[in-house]
């Protein structure tokens, strides 16, 4: 914070004297490693204090029991016995949606997947990154010719991007409540989507139906994001490749396949590892258009045992949640360095 | 769009039997597959076009609609009631919401971009020990999800936590219902974007330019503040739009960390769920304040379109 302090009196006053010029010429006098963590100091304070100090303090909480009685935060120190408890289905009783499925000996081995906060954030993670990725790519496609109004069609496509989380749940709720829109009706009577047989006539208070839709909002939220990083990958390819590609006789469908998706496919790969790891967390559109009694995510979880207040569960089920993202992380970035990108 | 080139070879068939326009159309569509391309273009245009605006137009058929005749609607508003964009002020004070999102985003963007701009020039033009590992430290910050920042901060800012010096033990100050809360997550949540974004542009100035600054005897921060920052005036934008909206648009912490009423700090995310009512559902006026909301975003969008494209990809590609 000192170094904001003095940035803003040299930036300010030419003049040199007292205690301004002895911290001018302080600072003239650092080595470059020295006044590279200077200035590097706040930013360091902040997420030290802001990011690194809680992520060590959930950790730790994960350590203890929950608070019986009394106003203690917590109980007393358990050990590992918070991930033992989570992972073999202990914990349950006191989570408002189980951490695992039910594995059981039949096809297909688990039941309950939908009342499974690690099952349905992966559903919602495979489903929604997949679909945005394809759309994307199309949008990508579109975005990537000449016409007229090309900027206005590139404003269309990002301004989704750009929609609060809790307007977009809004706007998704408002259109799949019952009986409002030509989408969902009632039983008696059904609408176009309940014909379509695709969801039922309360699709938000139905797990898998709110899903599916939240997924679907999702993708129509966030393609945009995909799609300009592609964009963007197609246009730093070598335009050239294309004229001699044409010159050989390569049809469209040639030219794509074998220049434009395999030199943008490591753009994709980083895309979607982005999507990944924020898919990973997904909270609010779920808070906004179903709420996490139906659709339980990690984040969910986390939060309604935090409320409950559950401190030491919630801080274990948040710790393995940044562990998963941190797993999903590295098994990218293995990837990526085995393939020299 | 698939059935076209199936029917283009049904089509070519017999050239001599009599053909309909869309036998002519087909005929001509295989000797210039151009035009089937162009066609394909346009229809595929035309269906991401309606997908993405047809939520807004949704919005406005609902919005315009009264509340009493929303049942079934179809694709036009029942009835014309604009009255609803008062109406949604006097039921939920919408407007104070969102100037707690104006400040909330400001203040959040001002300081990260101090503190990126200073980052960014240290990872942009110094050379130190360390940098590889501080780089890969602040974007690994950036992956962990928010959750698992959660309880320790509401404990941090509700004055819960007591921090030792010695043998004095203090508590931190109740910060709760105050801006600080989000302010503070925010920035650091949003700040490696913009250092990664800052560390491009900075790093794009050539030695030149800093080191006749320096000559002419300027100190290093002035160095920093009167000519890199100046010419990478687009780069600087570019982190504080990003920074701006991504304020804007965050859920979680603006959700969680105040007590949801417009005088304790509450963004529109409070404001957008205060229209549930406990006796009645106002879809109209859900409506209108969504519309409301989206606006300030979607003229940013209209008028900062390049520098979003550019900071997104920029930042997400540095790697």
């Known amino acids: ?341 | 769009m698939a059935s076209e080139t199936p029917g283009a070879g049904i089509g070519s068939d017999d050239p001599d039997t009599e053909q309909g326009p869309l036998g002519r159309w087909v005929d001509s569509a295989i000797k210039n597959p151009d035009r089937v391309y162009r066609a394909m273009f346009y229809v595929a245009m035309l269906f991401f076009l309606v997908t993405t605006l047809f939520p807004f137009y949704w919005l406005l058929v609902l919005a315009l609609t009264p509340n009493n005749l929303i049942a079934n609607m179809g694709l036009v508003p029942k009835g014309f009631n604009p009255e609803v964009f008062i109406a949604m002020f006097e039921r939920v004070p919408f407007h104070l919401y969102m100037f707690n999102s104006f400040v909330l985003g400001i203040t959040t963007t001002v300081l990260v971009l101090l503190i990126a701009s200073l980052a960014g020039y240290v990872f942009g033009r110094l050379r130190f020990p360390g940098k590889g590992v501080l780089m890969l430290g602040i974007l690994a910050i950036s992956y962990f999800p928010p959750a698992a920042f959660l309880i320790p901060l509401f404990e941090l800012f509700t004055g819960n936590t007591a921090i030792s010096i010695g043998m004095v033990t203090i508590s931190t100050p109740d910060l709760f219902n105050t801006p600080a809360p989000m302010v503070f997550p925010f920035s650091a949540l949003f700040l490696p974007l913009s250092i990664f974004i800052l560390t491009t542009f900075y790093g794009q100035i050539p030695d030149g330019l800093e080191d006749a600054a320096r000559v002419e005897g300027t100190t290093r921060l002035g160095a920093l503040f009167r000519v890199i920052v100046p010419l990478s005036a687009p780069g600087v934008a570019t982190a504080g739009v990003l920074t701006f909206i991504s304020v804007y648009n965050e859920f979680f912490f603006s959700f969680l960390m105040n007590n949801g009423e417009a005088d304790s700090w509450a963004p529109i995310v409070a404001g957008i769920l205060k229209y549930q009512g406990q006796f009645d559902t106002p879809y109209n006026l859900m409506a209108a304040a969504s519309i409301v909301g989206v606006l300030p975003v979607a003229i940013l969008v209209i008028i900062a379109q390049e520098r979003i494209v550019s900071g997104l990809t920029a930042g997400a590609l540095k790697e």
């Open chain 1, 1 to 341: 914070m000192a170094t904001e302090q003095q940035s803003g009196e040299t930036f300010s006053d030419t003049q040199r004297s007292g205690p301004y010029a002895s911290a001018v010429n302080w600072m003239e006098s650092l080595s470059e490693t020295q006044f590279a963590y200077l200035l590097l100091t706040p930013a360091l304070v902040l997420l030290g204090v802001i990011a690194v100090y809680p992520l060590v303090s959930t950790f730790s909480m994960s350590l203890f029991a929950d608070r019986l009685t009394g106003t203690a935060r917590l109980g007393e120190f358990v050990g590992l016995q918070n991930y033992v408890d989570l992972f073999t289905g202990a914990r349950n009783y006191a989570l408002p949606s189980q951490f695992l499925p039910t594995f059981t000996s039949e096809f297909p081995f688990v039941t309950n997947i939908y009342s499974s906060a690690l099952a349905v954030t992966l559903i919602f993670t495979v489903f929604s990154v997949l679909f945005e990725t394809l759309i994307g790519f199309g949008q990508a496609l579109i975005l990537d010719q000449d016409f007229r109004g090309r900027r206005w069609v590139r404003v269309a496509i990002i301004i989704p991007w750009a929609v609060p989380i809790v307007i977009q749940g809004m706007i998704w709720y408002l259109m799949f409540q019952p009986n409002i829109g030509f989408l969902v009706g009632t039983s008696e009577n059904p609408a176009l989507l309940n014909q379509l047989g695709l969801i039922g006539t309360t699709p938000l208070r139905n797990t898998a139906d709110a899903l599916f839709l939240i997924i679907v909002a999702d993708v129509w939220k966030t393609s945009a994001f995909m799609a300009l990083l592609i964009l963007a990958g197609m246009q730093s390819i070598d335009r050239s490749l294309y004229d001699v590609a044409k010159v050989a006789g390569a049809s469209r469908w040639q030219q794509f396949k074998l220049i434009t998706f395999p030199l943008i496919l490591p753009t994709v790969l980083v895309a979607m590892l982005f999507r990944t790891i924020d898919a990973m967390r997904v909270y609010g559109i779920i808070q906004t258009m179903a709420g996490c009694q139906t659709v339980p995510s990690l984040s969910c979880l986390v939060v309604t045992t935090f409320n409950t207040p559950l401190y030491g569960t919630s801080a274990t089920v948040a710790f393995v949640t940044a562990g998963i993202i941190a797993v999903v992380v590295s098994v990218y970035i293995v990837n990526f360095a085995s393939e020299g990108i």
